[in-house]
T-cell receptor, first 113, second 115 residues
Framework: EAGVVQSPRYKIIEKKQPVAFWCNPI?????LYWYLQNLGQGPELLIR????????DSQLPKDRFSAERLKGVDSTLKIQPAELGDSAVYLC???????????FGPGTRLTVL | GDSVTQMEGPVTLSEEAFLTINCTYT??????LFWYVQYPGEGLQLLLK?????DKGSNKGFEATYRKETTSFHLEKGSVQVSDSAVYFC??????????????FGRGTQLTVWP
């Protein structure tokens, strides 16, 4: 069974440019999460989806970050415009439900120059 | 709010040594507790978990006991191997409310085991 797929694995952009990350969860997983992991820190939740509905987005910086999960399957996280401080690893995870084990993808490492 | 405080690393051990990584937590309610491991170049993997006080989670020789009285969930292994070299994260999960399922992670502890 395929795990959580994320792309790209690495992205280097200049500040003020837009960037998007894609995540395909494990088949059948209704719950999808985006986490941000700064260097030397643990991941922090940005947003949680139950199917196509964002049910926990209180930590998403909505001035520049947006996310969507239109058909309740794959998801895209966007930053526009990117800032130097956005350099980090963006992790996607999925689970059968909010009470179930979360499975993490390998992450996308973003470098903003 | 909920948070996890984890022993800072890095931790360097010789093979077959005893490992302890300390983890304490602050939470309202009754969280579930987890240890995740991140091997080089790989995603986070669940190592073990405990869902209520006095539960012991175990996997691959690692153990941790949910201690409500000391708000702790320390990770232990009796004899580490070179293959255990990785970053270990302690985490807790809200079990209700709008933040259901949200994982709160510690900063991670880098473990290096030498042969």
């Amino acid at each position: 069974e395929a795990g959580v797929v994320q792309s790209p694995r690495y992205k280097i952009i200049e500040k003020k440019q837009p960037v998007a990350f894609w995540c395909n969860p494990i088949s059948g997983h209704n719950t999808l999460y985006w986490y941000l992991q700064n260097l030397g820190q643990g991941p922090e939740l940005l947003i949680r989806y139950e199917n196509e509905e964002a049910v926990d987005d209180s930590q998403l910086p909505k001035d520049r970050f947006s996310a969507e999960r239109l058909k309740g399957v794959d998801s895209t996280l966007k930053i526009q415009p990117a800032e130097l401080g956005d350099s980090a690893v963006y992790l996607c995870a999925s689970s059968l439900g909010a009470y179930n084990e979360q499975f993490f993808g390998p992450g996308t490492r973003l470098t903003v120059l | 709010g909920d948070s996890v405080t984890q022993m800072e690393g890095p931790v360097t051990l010789s093979e077959e040594a005893f490992l302890t990584i300390n983890c304490t937590y602050t939470a309202t309610g009754y969280p579930s507790l987890f240890w995740y491991v991140q091997y080089p170049g790989e995603g986070l993997q669940l190592l073990l978990k405990a869902t209520k006080a006095d539960d012991k989670g175990s996997n691959k020789g690692f153990e941790a006991t949910y201690r409500k009285e000391t708000t702790s969930f320390h990770l232990e292994k009796g004899s580490v191997q070179v293959s255990d070299s990785a970053v270990y994260f302690c985490a807790l999960s809200d079990t209700g409310g709008s933040t259901l399922g949200r994982l709160y992670f510690g900063r991670g502890t880098q473990l290096t085991v030498w042969p």
